[in-house]
């Protein structure tokens, strides 16, 4: 006996368009724009004050590569072992009630929380001139970093990765019906949190990588789509150097309305990766190759 399943917000590709929403610095229309929790206070400032960006040459780059939804630090072991290999520091961080730090997961997780996780780990690393790569729901959170620290930042990534307007939470840009099945799915949990999708929504087939994954995907806090992006400069980037990776084999139509948006931007480096979503997943190789090429 045969059913209709409700397809989960990572395969939209397959099965959505999201709604129409304007992925830069205006105003979204949208309806749900909650204050953010009590961790995540935009007020405070950092005591480490960065290094301005400089054009001294130096043959050792720093990245921070930021995760997406249901991910952790751990999925860009294979790329930070290639870029690693070249010379350069690489810091993978692991937000907040995902991954190895699943145990925090809590209702008052928002965007700043993630934010602050980044902020925090370039202030007591004592980071500068970081390449900031976000993958996929990494893209609001790197957005968020270089609201707070752009001295801190050399060059933003955006890897096939999401842009929002300023004031604009990721569920005002999703079909409603959709939005129903995330807060329904994440119910189910003590604490609300969106369970992950199938590892082939996330475009991965091969053996090698379904075990590498394996049941590492944890639980999405369902606050985070809540929350809406806030930043103290509208300006997507801060004005520091962007970049935007479209993924195209296959493209992830999640990411359609951002990925436009920056293909339109005049001060933006748009390339393209022939690789599917989880490229740092299933090509590292030809990401580590792209991304220096980028940061050069």
């Not at 205006?26 to 724009?33: K, V």
């Not at 953010?36 to 001294?56: I, L, W």
């Not at 929002?164 to 939005?179: A, C, H, I, R, Y």
């Not at 339109?264 to 991304?291: M, N, V, Y």
Request: charged share 20%; aromatic share 8%; proline share 8%.
């Amino acid at each position: 006996m045969s059913s209709s399943r409700t397809p989960h917000p990572s395969e939209l590709n397959e099965h959505h368009e999201s709604r129409p929403a304007q992925a830069g610095p205006q105003q979204s229309g949208g309806s749900y724009i909650p204050a953010p929790g009590p961790a995540s206070d935009r007020s405070h400032s950092f005591a480490y004050e960065c290094q301005e960006d400089t054009d001294e040459v130096s043959d050792s780059l720093t990245f921070v590569l930021v995760h997406g939804a249901w991910h952790g630090g751990w999925c860009w072991s294979r790329l930070a072992s290639r870029l690693q290999a070249k010379g350069h520091k690489v810091y993978t961080p692991t937000l907040t009630g995902l991954g190895e730090r699943s145990h925090l997961l809590n209702p008052n997780i928002t965007l700043n929380t993630f934010v602050d996780d980044v902020a925090n780990l370039i202030r007591w690393e004592e980071l500068s001139n970081v390449i900031l790569v976000g993958h996929s729901f990494g893209g609001l959170v790197i957005s968020g970093v270089a609201d707070v620290m752009p001295r801190c930042i050399r060059h933003l990534i955006y890897l096939d990765a999401f842009i929002l307007p300023n004031g604009t939470s990721t569920f005002d840009t999703l079909p409603e019906k959709m939005v129903e099945n995330m807060i329904a799915s994440a119910g189910q949990s003590t604490i609300p949190a969106v369970p992950p999708p199938p590892l082939s929504a996330l475009g991965l087939h091969a053996t090698e990588d379904l075990h590498f994954v394996g049941n590492r995907l944890t639980p999405q806090p369902l606050s985070v789509y809540k929350s809406a992006l806030l930043l103290q400069n509208p300006v997507i980037g801060n004005s520091r150097p962007c970049s935007y990776i479209s993924c195209t084999q296959p493209t992830f139509r999640g990411v359609d309305t951002s990925r436009e948006w920056a293909r339109q931007q005049k001060d933006w480096e748009f390339r393209e990766l022939e690789s599917g979503h989880s490229a740092a997943i299933t090509h590292p190789d030809l990401l580590s190759r792209l991304l220096l090429e980028i940061a050069d």
